[in-house]
């Protein structure tokens, strides 16, 4: 289980992007967060993953202070972090990305499950360079699949991976996730504004502001979700410090 | 053969105690193996150390072996290697050269190589540096290759500079017939105090040929590259130059393409990036698991492989 406790965070110039957020993302079930452009969705995914570090709050990982540990250590305790933007390379190989994730050598199997999980031939890509030479589509569902491939995965976090995939794709995605949390036990954290992604959710948590706005269960939360009135009240609702 | 020739060679040409077919290795100056085949013929210059290798038309699928090795301080060898490529032929030449030197004198090896191409002859031509030993003397590889395409030839070189050369000067130019194509994929990776200079002179001659030269090099510690490309377009033709960099430490690249188009229908395009490493690709590999460090060699490995 991941917990975040009391997490503040600014921009360098000051500007305060997150205030005073508490989560649980238990294990075996997916967590969304959602809410407006702008509100700290992102910025909470990568305090999580440790590509920036808190003001003040602490993050545990299973019950142990992870708050200080850098980025690789934190991935080597099992969070994963799939980016919104696809970070691509020049000369690094859809395969040498998965094998890097998972560190070690995949059979071709192996490559094509992982692959075929974000809706892609796996013959047709994995020696295909991650460069720009991929549409937006293509690299973001690489991105995910190079997070799923990921080794002794516990937590793994999902920045919008909605965005440029297919109908088709998305559909064998929201079965990986589905998977991921039932059979394999993750937690997921998955950052997402998708009517799919959030039905199949167990927690929902809607950050505005800087704020968690509102938190609790899909049952709870998702009916009013989108209604008129919650859509003006979310951004500005109550704030809560309570835990999932 | 010293055993150090034997272990630059396993570097530089995937050697493995012997080769298959024609081949020629050349030792501190001298020969230290030669092969002719049915098909490819070597021959020492009579006029110039070096050799003569005539490959004969339509000779399919075969593979010719010529590298060379300095394996101590104190020796500068020149030679002068003349290919012609038959018609229709489709080969492999893999050259190669390891400099090697214990001591605080200067191992140079300058390879001079003329590639004479009949019409339709494809070759891809293979070529691996690298300099080794602990001794203060400079290591240096100075190449040149002179290309003549007939037409509809096919030339393809895959040069590689791995480490250790101290100095290295690489000087290339062609002249390209009609329909004639050629592909340079030139990767570079100096460190220390190291230097290397590229310099490429393509002139495109008959219509619908055409070049594309892609160099990718990763300039460390405190070395410098120069990068210069000249495609000349004399006709209908296509021509592309990049040269994309990588800086880390103080490395330092100067790059500096240049196009010349001397007919209407000539298409020619050049690209130069210089920069250090995307910190959002460290960033990403770091969130896979791997250090700072591992993820620079990683980003560095793939950019020069690819």
């Known amino acids: 289980m991941l917990e975040l406790k009391n997490i503040s965070w600014s921009l360098p110039g000051g500007e305060k ?45 299973d019950g142990e202070d992870i708050t200080d540990w850098d980025m690789t250590k934190r991935s080597l305790s099992g969070i994963g972090y799939a980016f919104q933007q696809p970070v691509r390379f020049k000369g690094l190989t859809v395969r040498d990305l998965l094998e890097l994730a998972a560190m070690r050598t995949l059979e071709e199997s192996e490559l094509c499950d992982y692959l075929g999980k ?7 890509y994995i020696d295909r360079v991650v460069d720009a030479s991929l549409s937006g589509g293509e690299a973001k569902r690489i991105e995910i699949a190079s997070v799923l491939a990921k080794k002794d995965a516990k937590v793994l976090v999902f920045d919008e991976p909605e965005a440029g995939i297919d109908l088709w794709s998305f559909s064998s995605l929201i079965d990986a996730f589905e998977k991921l949390k039932v059979t394999e036990h993750k937690s ?33 939360i998702l009916p009013t979700l989108f ?18 | 053969m010293d055993k150090t020739t034997e272990e630059l060679l396993g570097i530089v040409s995937d050697w493995s105690g012997k080769f298959q077919g024609a081949y020629n290795i050349r030792e501190n100056g001298a020969c230290a193996g030669r092969q002719s085949s049915a098909n490819i013929q070597i ?7 070096g050799l003569v290798i005539h490959i004969k038309p339509g000779t399919m699928g075969e593979t010719v072996y010529i590298p060379a090795c300095v394996t101590h301080g104190d020796i500068d060898d020149l030679v002068y290697n003349d290919f012609y490529v038959g018609e229709g032929a489709d080969v492999i030449i893999v050259a190669g050269c390891g400099v090697h030197t214990d001591d605080g004198h200067d191992a140079r090896h300058n390879g001079i190589h003329r590639f004479i191409l009949g019409k339709g002859a494809r070759v891809l031509y293979k070529e691996k540096h690298i300099g080794t030993g602990s001794g203060t003397g400079m290591k240096r590889i100075d190449p040149v290759t002179d290309v003549i ?7 393809e070189m895959d040069t590689i500079q791995i480490s250790g050369v101290d100095s290295s000067i690489r000087k290339t130019s062609a002249k390209l017939g009609k329909g004639a194509k050629l592909v340079v994929k030139e990767r570079l990776l100096t460190d220390g105090t190291e230097t290397a200079s590229t310099d490429f002179d393509v002139v495109l001659e008959g219509d619908d040929s055409g070049v594309d030269i892609v160099s990718r090099s990763v300039a460390r510690g405190n070395s410098y590259q120069e990068y210069h490309s000249k495609i000349s377009g004399n006709c209908r033709c296509t021509g592309h130059s990049e040269c994309d960099a990588i800086l880390a430490d103080n490395g330092r690249v100067n790059a500096a393409p240049e196009l010349f188009a001397g007919n209407l229908d000539a298409s020619l395009i050049h690209e130069a990036a210089i920069g250090k490493i995307a910190g959002e690709q460290i960033v990403k590999l770091q969130t896979l698991g791997l250090t700072e460090q591992q993820a620079e060699e990683k980003i560095i490995e793939g950019f020069l492989r690819g």
């Open chain 1, 17 to 61: 992007i997150l205030e005073n957020v508490s989560l649980e993302i238990p294990s075996g079930k997916l967590t969304v967060i959602t809410g407006p452009n702008g509100g700290g969705k992102t910025s909470l995914a990568k305090l999580i993953a440790g590509l920036e570090q808190p003001d003040s709050g602490r993050i545990f990982l």
């Open chain 1, 118 to 124: 974000v809706g892609l031939c796996a013959q047709e």
């Open chain 1, 188 to 220: 997921l954290l998955i950052i997402s504004h998708q009517e799919r992604i959030l039905e199949i959710s167990d927690y929902i948590a809607v950050i505005a502001d800087g704020h968690v706005r509102t938190l609790g269960e899909k049952s709870e």
């Open chain 1, 227 to 244: 209604s008129e009135e919650k859509a003006v009240r979310c951004p500005l609702g109550k704030d809560t410090e309570e835990g999932i």
């Open chain 2, 43 to 49: 021959d020492s210059k009579t006029d110039a150390p």
């Open chain 2, 149 to 155: 395409m007939d037409e509809d030839s096919y030339l």
